[in-house]
């Protein structure tokens, strides 16, 4: 029904940039917040970045000011540009959506596979 794809990811040396994006495909009638999170090994899940319909944005405190998150509606598409990567940026980095998928239902969360990002020093 739903498919959330991530690409982007990939080695870059410390100081780089990364541009990463997340298209959702399906059955999708709306899609609210999305959003970024990401996990090292060892480590929890954490959030990176929100951005409600409207455009709203929310940031991790470690990320604010080096990451922006943004989104296309028209391609249901939600982009995180990283730059100045530190070593501790290194993760997998998911991709969520908060989908309505048909009325009357409730939205559901959605995730995506996943993309690795691993940064060098």
């Known amino acids: 029904q739903v498919q959330l794809v991530e690409s982007g990811g990939g080695l870059v040396q410390a100081g780089g940039s990364l541009r990463l994006s997340c298209a959702a495909s399906?059955?999708?009638?709306?899609?609210?917040?999305m959003g970024w999170y990401r996990q090292a090994p060892g480590k929890q899940r954490e959030l990176v970045a929100t951005?409600?319909?409207?455009?709203?944005?929310n940031y991790a405190d470690s990320v604010k000011g080096r990451f922006t998150i943004s989104r296309d509606n028209t391609k249901n598409t939600v982009y995180l540009q990283m730059n100045s990567l530190k070593p501790e940026d290194a993760a997998v980095y998911y991709c969520?959506?908060?989908?309505?998928?048909?009325?009357?239902?409730?939205?559901?969360?959605?995730w995506g596979q996943g993309t690795q990002v691993t940064v060098s020093s």
């Open positions: 951005i409600t319909s409207g455009g709203n944005t």
């Open positions: 399906g059955s999708i009638l709306s899609i609210n917040a």
């Open positions: 969520n959506a908060e989908i309505i998928t048909s009325w009357p239902m409730f939205p559901a969360d959605y």
